[in-house]
């Protein structure tokens, strides 16, 4: 890794009043609506409105990376109810570029999705590239995991891309460092995260009103497993007054219970009034425990992925479909299960597909788990707005790892 970058910044040398930020008495353009509290727990329910609709929080964000969710079609999303997507910038950018998708009249119709899109920066992906990039102060310089071809993206370079593509709610330019971390690059590594996202936020502030239209720009708080690199972080950025916070740099390969500490230790201090987002979660059991600490938004590649690869989702528990007990179940996947795949098919008949290398079959499991997903966080939100989502929560978790 390319450690060098990292000298230039110190907490000691940071001073965020040298460039102009707006207090945090500015007035929230997040357009977020706090609903309903659990009175056991922090869970929420909330609204996000954004110029492509409302979205009902808690939410879960099936991924369209290349503008596309793997096997399924947007009227696929909507048969699911799916009320926001997530798309990457930085493969868009790379394939089929940014000019093709603002000919085409942004990202929504380009892949005819006329619903709310937040687009990841890339930054992710980028710093998963360790023998292809190079940071430095000014931004990033990387090499095309396609073809090789050399780059060099500055904050503000991935920002104005997202407001190219048309995205609902934008993410900023950071660093995810790799788990573990020493605490010394930790911090140098916040440092300048948090100098990147202020790049970011004077150049989405200097666009005309028009220009913006209701898109927001969410913060993502670094710090690896240091808890107070974390909520120094935060501190830092609410000074800019972003209209979201995500919880990032999780999901690395950190375990289950320090994954939980980081998420419920970060989100005790973050805007009540503001979602809260936390980034590459996706796993039904980690969701409900994040939702308890009271997070807002969900992305994950788990339900495509893993459907793919034969594993469906249910309230009982994951089904492994190759399995061979499943030759002859004439049973859908979960009988009480609305979705087109469940209505129609059997788990005989997903097994045959699959054994096959049918793509029906990849196709038929990832939409059965994508309905789960969002049917999943509706549940949820009916239980918070019921007042029972504690003894919801408990149920579930029990029967699912039975």
Known sequence: MDFEHLKLFRISDFDIRNFGIPNSSKENKAMYKLLKKDKNTKARTGIIKTPHGEVHTPCFMPIATQASVKTLSTQDLLDCSSEMILSNAYHLYLRPGIEIIKNAGGLHKFMNWNRPILTDSGGFQIFSLAGLRKIKKEGVEFSSHIDGSRHFLTPEDIIQ?????????????????????????????????????KRAKVYFDSKSPDKLSGKMLFAIIQGSSYLDLREYCFNELEKMNFDGYAIGGVSVGEPKDLLYKITEHTAKFLPENKPRYLMGVGLPVDMLEAVSQGVDLFDCVVPTRNGRNGQAFSFNGEIQLRNAKHKEDLRPIDEKCACYTCKTCTRSYLRHLLNCEEILGLRLVSLHNVYFYVNLMQKIREKINEGSFFEFKNAFISNYTK
């Open 161 to 197: 891309i997202q407001l190219d593509l048309g995205s609902d709610i934008l993410m900023p330019l950071d660093e995810c460092v790799h788990y573990p971390a020493t605490r010394d690059y930790t911090e140098a590594s916040v440092n300048m995260t948090i100098e990147w996202e």
